[in-house]
């Protein structure tokens, strides 16, 4: 569904966000030459395999990128949400899209397609360089996760991965908690570790009273709690 783009979003932006890269008037001017839509829970933004044609930047809500091998099994890549931008790679090396991106929650994006991202790229360098600088930080990421040991940097990867997405779901925050559309699965895919370890680290989280869980779900119950977890050193002791 397509609406009017917002001239100007009022709100706190992930620090690590495209979004937050960008100064007020390079934020107006990307959203500017886009169109805004929305998406249900479960819907479709691009599929794996298809031609990149757009990007989307993310406003508000949830996404899932994950891949799929030719057995059909399905692997999740990374999830993303207010403030980032997806489709990007596409754009960018004018190849097809490497991974499906669907809603997990309601989502509101503004759809650029690529001959106006360029055109305002060669009237704002800028905003190419930041988007660059972005692309660069989720390249770290992935690499952080491969290069670093379970154990201790597990516990503080798992509590940054959720605290990040909490702040990415809910601004300002919910008192009455965050409810993240996660199974234990999906956290270990994402955090790069086993099912188990993360079944201890939430165990640990819910002792403490600052996460809970239901079916497919992951309720950040104390954020300001989780993001001093997700603050401390990998080797710092257990949690408690």
């Given amino acids: 569904m397509n609406r009017k783009v917002p001239a100007s979003p009022s709100r706190q932006w992930p620090a690590d966000s495209l979004m937050a890269r960008l100064d007020?008037?390079?934020?107006?001017?990307?959203?500017?030459?886009?169109?805004?839509?929305?998406?249900?829970?479960?819907?479709?933004?691009?599929?794996?395999?298809?031609p990149g044609t757009c990007l989307f930047v993310l406003l508000r809500g949830l996404v899932k990128a994950s891949v799929t091998t030719e057995a059909g099994n399905e692997t999740i890549l990374e999830i993303r949400g207010r403030g980032d931008v997806v489709g990007e790679f596409a754009i960018l090396d004018d190849k097809d899209r490497s991974a499906t991106v669907g809603a997990l929650t309601e989502v509101s994006a503004v759809r650029v397609e690529k001959a106006a991202y360029f055109a305002l790229s060669r009237d704002n360098p800028l905003i190419a360089?930041?988007?660059?600088?972005?692309?660069?930080?989720?390249?770290?990421?992935?690499?952080?996760?491969?290069?670093?040991?379970?154990?201790?940097?597990?516990?503080?990867?798992?509590?940054?991965?959720?605290?990040?997405?909490?702040?990415?779901?809910?601004?300002?925050?919910?008192?009455?908690?965050?409810?993240?559309?996660?199974?234990?699965?999906?956290?270990?895919?994402?955090?790069?570790?086993?099912?188990?370890?993360?079944?201890?680290?939430?165990?640990?989280?819910?002792?403490?009273?600052?996460?809970?869980?239901?079916?497919?779900?992951?309720?950040?119950?104390?954020?300001?709690?989780?993001?001093?977890?997700?603050?401390?050193?990998?080797?710092?002791?257990?949690?408690g």
Avoid: W
């Fill in 24 to 50: 007020a008037a390079q934020r107006m001017s990307l959203l500017a030459v886009g169109v805004a839509v929305d998406f249900r829970p479960e819907a479709v933004l691009m599929r794996q395999g298809e």
């Fill in 129 to 239: 360089h930041k988007m660059a600088q972005t692309l660069v930080a989720k390249i770290r990421s992935v690499i952080d996760v491969h290069a670093s040991v379970r154990g201790q940097q597990a516990r503080h990867r798992i509590a940054n991965l959720l605290c990040g997405l909490a702040e990415r779901l809910s601004q300002p925050p919910d008192p009455d908690g965050i409810a993240l559309p996660l199974t234990q699965s999906d956290l270990a895919a994402l955090a790069g570790v086993a099912e188990s370890t993360v079944e201890r680290v939430l165990r640990e989280l819910r002792e403490q009273g600052i996460v809970s869980t239901r079916y497919r779900q992951i309720v950040v119950r104390q954020l300001i709690a989780l993001r001093t977890r997700a603050s401390e050193a990998g080797d710092a002791p257990p949690f």
